[in-house]
């Protein structure tokens, strides 16, 4: 594939006035190329996406651990509250809300009015 795409560049720069005589090549490399890429896809789909079916109860939880979505408290809470729910969800292995309720920072109905991850998206 790489040895592909060198040669056609190095064909494409000896075209002088529009007159290539490395067109044969160019052509045959560029669909080499792709004859390569569809190979590799349709294998890849057969061993890897055939059959493949989401995990929802560890996505769900990956999820609720993610220190990402304090990002949305800190419009309410301001920044600092927010860093420092994450900070104490990290430290101790915690939800943000587990976090937050903890610290008592924020309460779980105002947590989850405004930490949406759907909505985050």
């Known amino acids: 594939m790489i040895g592909n795409n ?3 560049t190095i064909g494409e720069m000896q075209g002088q ?3 290539n005589n490395f067109m044969p090549l160019i052509g045959a490399n560029v669909l080499n190329s792709i004859e390569l890429l569809s190979v590799g896809m349709d294998s890849f789909a057969r061993r890897c ?3 493949i079916e ?5 996505i769900a939880e990956l999820v609720d651990r993610s220190l990402m979505l304090v990002t949305a408290l800190a ?3 301001g920044y600092d509250n927010a860093a420092k729910i994450a900070t104490h969800a990290l430290d101790q292995g915690q939800t943000l809300k587990e976090a937050a309720a903890e610290l008592g920072l ?3 109905k105002t947590f989850d009015r405004l930490v949406r991850p759907q909505d985050m998206v």
């Open 6 to 8: 060198q040669t056609t």
């Open 17 to 19: 006035f529009e007159l």
């Open 49 to 51: 996406v055939v059959g």
């Open 54 to 58: 989401a995990n929802e109860d560890r």
């Open 75 to 77: 419009p309410e809470i």
């Open 106 to 108: 924020v309460d779980g």
